[in-house]
């Protein structure tokens, strides 16, 4: 790898996410190309000089890029400093042949929302990818690309379906182990994904993933308080490992398991 160059690319197991690719480059330029996926792309430091379609762009931070599939683009540093960005490569699918047009006329999209939605997706992406939570994300901001392509921004929508919140919920309750997939719940209770995130959130005043890690949180504190040790117990309740219990225990209560378990010794 040249010097100067640090690349992360993965697959993150989500549907309509083909790789996620966060990289720093200084001298490093790309030639021109094309892909096969959307390129959904975020700056974080300096900025990058492209062609798209023989014409010239560029990205900054305060920007969200978005690159159809199929049209020769390239890219390079705009100053020596280099930069460093996030991608996300979308199946050609999620957005559609028929926006591509659209995209080669405006790939710039202004739009701190969008951005903030995803920095929040990306987190959701790593270290290790928290699926219900991703596919979430991925809804909101595939909805609000969706929206820029037609020239149709908008506001978030008021959606109240509390009949369908509920019935998400018991779904929650019932696969909390296992987890359930936003896809599969949306085939389950013929919902869009998008208006189950929305309708869930507006009923029980946070969105299903943060719900799901409470339901699995709060088993995490029964099994541990009955002396069944942290690396047990992760696996137990629906978490990938200890470290990734300890993560959200932490987020939570602001303490480790192994801490919380302890801490019932001092009252006896």
Avoid: N
Wanted: aromatic share 6%.
């Amino acid at each position: 790898m040249p010097s100067g160059s640090r690349v992360t690319a993965w697959r993150p197991g989500v549907p309509g996410l083909a790789e996620v690719f966060h990289a720093s480059f200084t001298d490093h330029a790309y030639p021109s190309h094309t892909h096969d996926a959307w390129t959904l792309l975020v700056v974080d430091a300096g900025a990058i000089r492209y062609d798209l379609d023989r014409h010239a762009h560029g990205a900054a931070r305060s920007e969200v890029t978005l690159l159809p599939p199929g049209v020769p683009h390239d890219g390079r540093a705009h100053t020596p400093a280099g930069f460093r960005k996030r991608v996300l490569y979308l199946d050609a699918d999620t957005l559609g042949e028929d926006r591509v047009g659209s995209a080669v006329d405006r790939p710039t999209l202004e739009d701190p929302a969008l951005r903030a939605r995803l920095s929040q997706l990306h987190a959701a992406l790593a270290p290790r990818t928290e699926t219900l939570e991703a596919e979430s994300r991925l809804a909101l901001v595939l909805d609000r690309l969706r929206q820029h392509l037609a020239g149709t921004v908008a506001p978030p929508p008021v959606v109240r379906d509390d009949v369908l919140a509920d019935r998400l919920r018991d779904l929650l309750d019932a696969r909390t182990v296992e987890g359930l997939g936003l896809a599969d719940a949306g085939e389950l209770l013929g919902a869009p994904p998008t208006h189950l995130v929305r309708c869930f959130t507006r009923r029980h005043g946070l969105p299903p993933h943060r719900y799901l890690t409470g339901r699995r949180l709060d088993r995490a504190r029964r099994l541990l308080l009955d002396g069944v040790p942290a690396a047990q117990v992760a696996p137990a309740v629906g978490f990938y490992d200890q470290a990734h219990l300890t993560r959200h225990f932490r987020r939570l209560l602001a303490t480790t398991p192994a801490a919380y378990a302890r801490s019932g010794s001092i009252l006896v």
